[in-house]
Structures are given as structure tokens and as C-alpha cells.
């Protein structure tokens, strides 16, 4: 059995008590050693008041979860000497408020501005944008808008949490437009019934955006509401769970067969989760030429013979592994060199790991908790990635989707193709040099600013060539520093 992930420490799980400490010689060396018995990690430790009698101070501590620390605050209360007078989450913090907001690009300060911006001179901007629509591509915000839309029955980690629970997470990915792409993204989260009456809403909302970033949206729903919108939309749509995914597993694959020494397309792949991020993964592979590849679901080996298939698996058997035999998990690894998991905690054991081929290349990447612990998989591994920030080769959406949308909107397409996202993976996986590249640097960090430039070009390169391309030429609009 998979021995337990152990605890990480992050500042997602901050928490800052402020605490009331008699002062006398030892009481702070009370304190610490408790934090340190409840698994918390001392950091910053900031004085506010100081008298004869008592020290206030202001005491941050790293958990590994919410229970962890609810215990930590427990145990402080019973300290003699020792009065908790606040406890402050630095994560809910983060979110007062909301983590974005709409800002002008012109002010207003006069008359005149006021008669330019709004009536009565707006007017004539409507009347020659009602005449000719192409002029909203010029005349509004629309070039530089992405709707992201969830109805939050799929958020990563959390499940079914309704559209208001996926709010703060459609906010922080606005925000990260914003910050690393300069595009103006929006949060819209909908109280739908069904996936028709989530096309219905995006259709009506979506002539004033440039594309159409879907979230979070649960299998089998997304895969219609996804068909639905490329169909009847002129503005690119893009699934980030499925192609967002499967364009940066494909770039870091790219770059372990290549440290591997082997090409992309000789190796053998598993891939355990059959949801959105899984099948469209496998159809992202199948193109970039490798050839065999079996996926697994909770019951095991997505096959023909299999009775229990919905349509949309059945229908992915037949159009990228028709000739999978069924088996579990465990015979889907046996034998194989690459593992992909974007599953659930704990699936993968050591004993499956070492059942496969060399060179061995594991992509653990369920969140939190990856299929297998890094720690316990490393030493059996050639190359090893996770979802998680800490470890190296982090696989994350956020290298993927600000310059897959600034390369589209740059080129105003008027849609997102598989090949469009084949060039955007070549794209991430060049920002990592060959003389650099190694088992433990396979992909770029999020933060490394070359990332969104080099991949908004290729796509944008890709969209002329396909012939989506409303607009040529790179006039990518400057990102903030």
C-alpha cells in the first residue's frame, strides 16, 4: 500500500495569532515549542505593544491544513500565560473584497471628457459600430476580453460547489490574465440547469468578448457545452481543463523523452482519469504522434469490451484506442514507460511503478495529493512531475492558457485548433534550452516572463496558418511589468 503523502507546508495555510504574553523570562520559548508540537513552522514574529506586565505580539505560523491549525489555536488558548487575542487568515485575507476589479483606461475629469466617453458623443461610436460590427474589434474592449465562464460543478480539488463556491477561483485566473497575458478577463459564474442552458447564456454574452475560456465545468457536460459553442460561436472557446492541460503534459513530455533520450513518439503511455483533463490529454498525444496509449477510468482500461461505457468514452475508445485491452490500472502500467495521472490520491503504487519500462516517466498530477508521493516515486523514477509547487516540475494550466489567449487575440481568431494547440505545446517546451534541460527542469517556471510572449506568437502564428486569423502580424498589446 502507498505509504501517506506527508504534510506540506505553504502559505496557503498562514495564519497570524496575535497573542497576549506575560513577560516573564521563557514564556515566548513556551510558545514556540507549542507551535512546534502541532505541526506548525514558525515565521515572522512582530511586536505591538509592550508594557511591565504583558507583550502583544503578532506571531505567523505555516500549517499544512485548516484542522492543523484550528488544533494550534487550541492549544494556545491553554497556555497559561498566554491570551490569544486574534487569529487572522492570510488566505482569506487575500480574498476580501474580491482579488479584482474593473479600472478605466481614459479619465474623466471635465465636462468635455464626460461628453466624449458617455452622451452624447457616444452615440456616434454606437451608430458606426451598429452600421459596421467589425469596428468592435477596434472601437471597444472586446480585442482584449476573455469570458470565464464556470457553473462550478467540477473545481479542482472540491468538486460540486455550486457557481458562487467557484467564484473566488475564477477571480484569481482574471487575475492572472491580467498580471501575466495584460488581458481584461471576466468571472462569470452561472446557476445552470444542464449544459444547454449554459451554451444558451455563453451565446447571449458572448459579442462583447474575444474569446471564451470554459472552468470547471463536470464531464460529461463540458465536452457538449465545449462542441456546442465552437459551433455556433466566432470567437475562439477553449476548455482550460482539457486543452489547457494536454498542452502543457504534451510540453513536458516533449522535454522527458528528449532528456530520456528517446522520441515522444516511441513511448508507451497510461493515463489514469477519464474526465475531461484525461481524454482530452490522450487526444492531444494521439496527434502529437504517439501511438500507444491506454487510459483508465475507476473501473479500468477504457476498452470496446467494456459494456458500461457512456457515449463519450465509447466514443473516444473508437477514435484513439480501439485496440485497448481491458485490464486494471496495474496491467495498464505493467510494461509501460510513462505515467500520466490526473486522477485521485493514492492510486499508483511503488510496486506498479517498478512494474514498469525504462526509462520511467511519471506525471503524479492530482491536487492536492498527487496518485503517488514524490518522495516515495523519485527513486524508481527517470523523470517525475506533480501538480504540487513543491517539487520541481510543477505541471500548471497557468503555462498555457495567458499566452495561448494573448496569441488569439492578438490575432483576432475566430477559433482554436488542434493544431494551434500542438504549436502552443512546442512553444512551452522551447522555453526550456536543451543545454539546460534536465530531469528536474523539463518545464519553465509560471513565472518566467518568456513563457506568455513565446507562446501568444506561435499561436498567433498557427491561427494565420489555419486561416482563423481575423488580423496578421504581432500587435500584442504591452503587458504590465
Not at 82 to 100: E, P, W
Not at 401 to 417: E, K, N, Q, W, Y
Request: hydrophobic share 45%; aromatic share 4%.
Amino acid at each position: 500500500m502507498t505509504a501517506a503523502i506527508p504534510p506540506v507546508l505553504t502559505p496557503a495555510y498562514r495564519l497570524v495569532f496575535r497573542l497576549e504574553i506575560l513577560n516573564r523570562p521563557g514564556m515566548f520559548a513556551t510558545v514556540a515549542q507549542t507551535i512546534g508540537e502541532a505541526g506548525g513552522s514558525l515565521g515572522a514574529i512582530d511586536l505591538v505593544q509592550a508594557t511591565p506586565a504583558v507583550h502583544v505580539r503578532d506571531v505567523t505560523v505555516d500549517v499544512s491544513d485548516e484542522a492543523t491549525g484550528e488544533r494550534l489555536g487550541q492549544r494556545l488558548r491553554k497556555l497559561e500565560g498566554v491570551r490569544v487575542r486574534a487569529v487572522s487568515d492570510r488566505t482569506f485575507l487575500m480574498h476580501l473584497g474580491g482579488k479584482v476589479e474593473i479600472q478605466g483606461r481614459v479619465a474623466v475629469r471635465t465636462r468635455d471628457d464626460l461628453s466624449l466617453v458617455y452622451t452624447p458623443g457616444v452615440a456616434r461610436v454606437c451608430r458606426a459600430i451598429a452600421a459596421d460590427p467589425q469596428q468592435a474589434w477596434t472601437l471597444t474592449m472586446k480585442p482584449n476580453t476573455v469570458a470565464i465562464v464556470s457553473d462550478g460543478t467540477a473545481v479542482l480539488g472540491l468538486g460540486n460547489i455550486g457557481p458562487l463556491g467557484a467564484l473566488p477561483v475564477m477571480e484569481g485566473k482574471a487575475l492572472l490574465f491580467r498580471e501575466l497575458a495584460g488581458i481584461s478577463a471576466f468571472p462569470i459564474v452561472i446557476d445552470a440547469k444542464g449544459a444547454d442552458e449554459i451554451v444558451r447564456t455563453v451565446v447571449a454574452i458572448a459579442p462583447g468578448f474575444g474569446g471564451i475560456n470554459l472552468e470547471d465545468i463536470a464531464a460529461p457536460a463540458c465536452f457538449e457545452v465545449e462542441r456546442e459553442l465552437r459551433e455556433r460561436l466566432d470567437i475562439p472557446v477553449f476548455h482550460d481543463d482539457q486543452h489547457g492541460t494536454a498542452i502543457v503534459v504534451l510540453a513536458g513530455l516533449q522535454n522527458a523523452a528528449a532528456v530520456c533520450g528517446v522520441p515522444l513518439g516511441s513511448l508507451r503511455v497510461a493515463i489514469s482519469g477519464a474526465g475531461a483533463a484525461g481524454l482530452a490529454t490522450a487526444r492531444t498525444l494521439r496527434a502529437a504522434g504517439v501511438r500507444d496509449i491506454v487510459v483508465c477510468d475507476r473501473q479500468g482500461v477504457l476498452a470496446r469490451s467494456r459494456s458500461d461505457l457512456g457515449p463519450t468514452k465509447a466514443a473516444f475508445v473508437e477514435e484513439v484506442t480501439p485496440d485497448a485491452a481491458p485490464g486494471t490500472l496495474a496491467d495498464a502500467v505493467r510494461g509501460r514507460d510513462t505515467f500520466i495521472g490526473l486522477s485521485a490520491p493514492g492510486l499508483l503504487s511503488l510496486e506498479m511503478v517498478r512494474s514498469m519500462a525504462r526509462p520511467r516517466i511519471v506525471f503524479a498530477l492530482a491536487n492536492p495529493e498527487p496518485e503517488i508521493d514524490p518522495l516515495v516515486a523519485a527513486p524508481e523514477t527517470d523523470i517525475l512531475a506533480t501538480g504540487r509547487s513543491d517539487h520541481p516540475n510543477q505541471v500548471n494550466n497557468v503555462l498555457a492558457f495567458p499566452g495561448v489567449f494573448r496569441g488569439l487575440l492578438d490575432a483576432r481568431a475566430s477559433a482554436m485548433t488542434p493544431d494551434m494547440e500542438l504549436a502552443a505545446a512546442a512553444a512551452l517546451a522551447a522555453t526550456v534550452p536543451a543545454r539546460v534541460r534536465s530531469a528536474e527542469y523539463i518545464l519553465p517556471s509560471v513565472f518566467d516572463r518568456k513563457v506568455v510572449p513565446a507562446i501568444a506568437r506561435t499561436v498567433a502564428r498557427a491561427a494565420r496558418a489555419a486561416g482563423v486569423a481575423r488580423r496578421g502580424g504581432s500587435q500584442r498589446r504591452q503587458r504590465p511589468d
